[in-house]
Nanobody
């Protein structure tokens, strides 16, 4: 079982940058796909970005493609989300999530992510 703790959220002006981190405990982190999701008030939770177990496969929501970068360091049991050129519409609670063991680079959007962190708030002001 993996446990996830996010950090790095905060208040930033539009156009600024933040880097979110998610540290995982548990022996299976390097075998799992990882995702960053977000949920804004009154909206459904959406997949922002996901990365395969090796880091060789990544997917992004259209709304963040070209601005956000997901990466992972399996030696540190950590996945990151570098967020650049932030917009007010990026304001949301951001969650890190883990799949079970999954050794493919495809199918990350439809994969079941069954372990979740508590979330970190990102607020972008105009």
């Amino acid at each position: 079982q993996v446990q996830l703790v996010e950090s790095g959220g905060g208040l930033v002006q539009a156009g600024g940058s933040l880097r979110l981190s998610c540290v995982a405990s548990g022996r299976t982190f390097s075998s799992n796909a990882m995702g960053w999701f977000r949920q804004a008030p009154g909206k459904e939770r959406e997949l922002v970005a996901a990365i395969s177990w090796s880091g060789g496969g990544t997917v992004y929501a259209d709304s963040v493609s070209g601005r956000f970068i997901i990466s992972r360091d399996n030696a540190k049991n950590t996945v990151y989300l570098q967020m650049n050129s932030l917009k007010t519409e990026d304001t949301a609670l951001y969650y890190c999530a883990s799949s079970g063991p999954y050794y493919y680079s495809q199918g990350l959007r439809s994969l079941e992510y069954d372990t979740w962190g508590q979330g970190t708030q990102v607020t972008v002001s105009s």
